[in-house]
């Protein structure tokens, strides 16, 4: 289980989007980062109300939830990446199939810490299934970044948590990926990406 539950927003621990450095549109992007992260991670998922479009307030028993947050451009794209995210996650056998099985994961960059660049794949019952989640958790865009990968020759991005309907900048996506063959006998690939800042994007 992969919780964030309303123990993480009361008695002064602050609500999400204040847990989150950075000014308001980097605190958004790392949010989305966050939930990217959570939902596409082994495990069940348990988001609290009000963390799903990024309450200002701690939780109040005695109150309803901040609704009129929902008027605002930030707050009502962050309810719809995190609809947009449990439709990927029900949508994709990879994310589901296995969740509780090591043969579901595969860590596939793990050496770039120092910039803060992971990426994995998720596996279903058929290769095909298999998905790619590359996060970018810092304020920098990476043109040209590239990752390497076993078996199929073609991807397609599915999901960027940088699309402006999500309040991202909408500037750096992926249309085409460019992969070029660099181990015939493994069938080794490599993939030239662009990553957007705070950002994850799917392949598949």
């Known amino acids: 289980m992969l919780p964030l539950s309303h123990d993480e927003v009361v008695h002064g621990k602050s ?24 939902f596409t991670h082994p495990g069940g998922k348990l988001l609290f109300m009000g963390n799903e479009f990024g309450a200002t307030s701690e939780w109040n028993y005695k109150s309803e939830l901040q609704w009129d947050l929902l008027a605002y451009e930030p707050h009502s794209a962050l309810k719809d990446y995190v609809r947009d995210l449990n439709k990927l996650l029900r949508g994709e056998p990879a994310l ?26 998720r596996k ?41 309907e999500y309040w991202g900048t909408g500037d750096t996506y992926n249309p085409e990926i460019k992969t070029e063959l660099v181990d015939k006998k493994d069938k080794w690939y490599q993939l030239n990406l662009h990553l957007p800042p705070l950002g994850m994007i799917v392949l598949k």
Not at 25 to 30: I, M, S, T, V
Not at 100 to 115: C, P, V
Request: aromatic content about 16%; glycine content about 6%; hydrophobic content about 40%.
């Open 15 to 38: 609500p999400m989007i204040y847990k989150m450095p950075g000014d308001e549109w980097q605190k958004f992007a790392n949010l989305r980062a966050l939930y990217g992260y959570m």
């Open 96 to 121: 589901y199939e296995r969740q509780f099985k090591i043969n579901g994961f595969e860590w596939i960059d793990l050496n770039h810490r120092a910039e803060s660049v992971m990426v994995y794949r």
């Open 124 to 164: 279903g019952k058929d290769p095909e299934d298999d998905i790619v989640v590359v996060l970018n958790l810092t304020p920098v865009v990476r043109m040209n970044w590239k990752i390497y990968l076993t078996g199929k020759k073609s991807w397609l991005e599915i999901f960027n948590s940088d699309k402006k």
